[in-house]
């Protein structure tokens, strides 16, 4: 992204997305028809993905997080981790990694039996071995992204 302006935009956007178009105007120095053109062209183009809520896992009543680190006991069976696991919404994100394991999961879950029952659940559904690193606080998370220096 070279241009300085639609950089503050998505960086703007990203701290909030319910701003309106007169606030973000306001902030990047352009009119509101300027910045709906501008935001159209970065939805068109990719660089703005989608918009969301950020929801409160205490208020749904799943205040305990982990890491759960994947890997398979065969290295050489088919790799449909992700899609075996993908019915679990305990499961807030899987993500392919480097290193001894295969994959990282995030999960989310009422409490610590919970944990316990859904490391059953991953295990009866795929073959693998797991370590599970479990959150005791978390200080920052869904930060908001601006582009890269250089980007």
């Known amino acids: 992204m070279q241009d300085p302006v639609d950089s503050r935009l998505v960086a703007e956007v990203s701290r909030d997305a319910r701003a309106t178009l007169a606030q973000l105007a306001s902030h990047v120095g352009l009119s509101t028809s300027a910045v709906q053109a501008r935001l159209k062209r970065l939805e068109a183009g990719g660089v703005i993905a989608g ?37 679990l919404t305990a499961v807030e994100a899987c993500h392919s990694i480097a290193g001894d394991a295969s994959y990282m999961l995030f999960v989310r879950v009422p409490s610590p039996p919970d944990l316990e029952a859904l490391i059953r659940e991953i295990r009866q559904a795929v073959p693998v071995n797991t370590r599970t690193t479990v959150v005791l606080q978390t200080f920052y998370e869904n930060r908001p992204m601006a582009p890269a220096d250089g980007a």
Do not use: K, M, N
Request: no cysteine.
């Open 51 to 87: 918009y969301r809520a950020l929801v409160s896992p205490e208020a749904l009543g799943r205040p305990f997080s982990a890491f759960i680190e994947i890997t398979p006991l065969d290295p050489a069976q088919a790799d449909d981790v992700p899609q075996l696991l993908e019915h």
